[in-house]
């Protein structure tokens, strides 16, 4: 605990000296998080350079070894998906993505018509949970998750390429509701993991990412910190389960990483993501 608390210490006085202290302790706590957040990205961006910890390709699906309690998750699909169905047809009283997070995240990704239905962010909306009991029981199975939800995106969707906000995690997507199980190519994920593609800053460079095609039942990972951007591109709704799982590391940092997520936990515009993700009766 005390290596914890000093993890912390020291990140919080680089921050200090690097954007001055006057400038940083009169920040708002959105933009300390954020500057927390762009730090620490920094650090496990060198580690993985320096090969401290494994750089994934664009898609990673042979995870068995190291996220075995995913399989029995996946062994629980035809459940999962009953109890989407049902959630479905509640669908209008699901908070957007845009409204849930939006003011997290930029490039006007969540322009598209797209919902969430939250099930955890840190902490576990337990009313939403009390609507999916047997997926929600699968999730609490698995160790290290940080964020899950169900991404539901409306027919003929697109979401523009952008880069996710925490190298700390790796990104699971169960395909949950993909219409015609994808026989036509219409929902897909792309992702460039090329390095010097991402250090160039350049979305349009997501056209030389590999796409990978959501298959009922079946799953993959990737670092969402890679640019990236998805489509649906059929006339139906496509529903992913989407988990953000704590990114093995070394044990030093695994700590940091650990120290930072919690320490986010106290921001109230966080804790307010659960508050408005709850579906209303």
């Known amino acids: 605990m005390t290596l914890l608390f000093v993890s912390v210490a020291v990140l919080l006085l680089i921050l200090a000296v690097f954007f001055g202290f006057q400038r940083y302790f009169q920040a708002s706590g959105k933009d300390k998080l954020f500057a927390i957040r762009d730090a620490a990205n920094g ?3 060198r580690a993985e350079d320096d090969g401290r910890f494994k750089r994934l ?14 399989d029995s998750l996946e062994r629980d699909y035809p ?19 845009e409204a849930l997070v939006g003011g997290y995240t930029a490039g006007g990704i969540h322009a ?11 902490g576990y909306v337990e009313e939403n949970c009390a609507l999916m009991p047997r997926t929600a029981a699968a999730i609490r199975r698995i ?3 940080q964020t899950a939800f169900f991404s539901i995106l409306d ?7 952008h880069w996710g906000y925490w190298k700390g995690f790796l990104r699971y997507h169960l395909g949950v509701v993909v219409p015609n199980d994808n026989a036509n190519g219409e929902c897909w994920l792309r992702v460039n993991a090329d390095p010097d593609d991402n250090a160039h800053q350049d979305r349009a460079r997501v056209e030389q ?14 670092d969402d910190t890679f640019l990236h951007d998805a489509a649906n591109g059929s006339k139906e ?5 989407w988990l953000d799982l704590r990114r093995r590391m070394p044990w030093h940092l695994s700590l940091l990483n650990r120290a930072l997520l919690a320490l986010a936990q106290l921001d109230p515009t966080i804790r307010n993501i659960r508050k408005n993700a709850v579906v209303r009766s």
């Open 43 to 45: 650090i496990f961006t």
């Open 57 to 70: 390709p664009a898609f990673f699906t042979d995870y068995q070894r190291d996220y075995p309690e995913l």
């Open 79 to 97: 459940a999962i998906r009953e109890e989407v169905l049902r959630i479905l047809d509640i669908k209008d009283r699901i908070t957007d993505t």
């Open 112 to 122: 598209a018509k797209w919902k969430s239905f939250l099930l955890k962010s840190g």
């Open 143 to 145: 160790p290290g998750v």
């Open 155 to 161: 027919p003929e969707q697109y979401i523009k390429p």
């Open 209 to 222: 990412g590999e796409k990978y095609y959501w298959k009922n039942g079946k799953g993959v990972i990737f």
């Open 237 to 241: 709704i496509r529903v992913v389960l």
